[in-house]
């Protein structure tokens, strides 16, 4: 699980399938509004309080996202200053409004480039060309929005091999990165930098 503070009454946090399988949870349990559930986001809470200094009480905004191969991006945002004057909370009180929101894209994070040239090599060989190719912060990102022909989870156990899961969104890295490759992105690599050396 990571934390991340994204200002003074909103914080990011990033949690992998692995994570909730250790909790005992799985995707489909955060549809639900289970006792379970609410023991995640309590915890999760706790956490953000210990490591950020992330006080929640009374009201708050969850919004969950998930994404097909990384895990969950949750946003909790603290109603600090919603209360009515002279109204109080018990310590141990929140009031969670969850929002949940699916994504069907692979979204995967390597930290060089030879990484995604070899990657590359794997994925053209089964017929997966595209995808979008970004550099954000000394690292590449890989966004794959199409559909794939191969087993999700087969695809997700290859890009593993050369990367890790994006812990950022999408949106933020095309916002603030640099678009290397718009589309075809494992085909075009493979043709520049594997074939080439092939045809030597």
């Known amino acids: 699980m990571r934390l991340e503070r994204l200002n003074y009454n909103k914080i990011k946090i ?29 915890d999760m809470i706790e956490e953000a309080s210990t490591e950020l200094g992330f006080e929640a009480d009374g009201s708050i905004a969850v919004e969950v996202y998930s994404l097909q191969a990384q895990g969950m991006v949750i ?45 590359s090599s794997r994925l053209f060989e089964l017929s997966i060309a595209g995808g979008r190719l970004y550099s954000f912060n000394n690292q590449f990102y890989l966004l794959l929005e199409e559909d794939i022909s191969m087993n999700t989870d087969n695809l997700i156990a290859i890009l593993a091999e050369f990367g890790n899961p994006a812990t950022i969104t999408k949106y933020r890295v095309h916002e603030y990165g640099k678009i290397i490759l718009t589309e075809y992105a494992m085909r075009d690599i493979y043709k520049y930098f594997i074939k080439k050396k092939k045809d030597l």
């Open 75 to 119: 946003i909790v945002t603290n109603s600090i200053g919603e209360k009515e004057d002279g109204e109080e909370f018990l310590d141990d009180y929140i009031e969670m409004q969850v929002t949940l929101d699916e994504s069907k894209d692979i979204f995967y994070q390597f930290h060089t480039f030879e990484d995604v040239i070899q990657l």
């Open 14 to 42: 990033f949690l992998t399938f692995d994570d909730l399988i250790e909790r005992g949870l799985t995707k489909e349990d955060l549809m639900s509004d289970s006792l379970k559930v609410h023991q995640l986001f309590r």
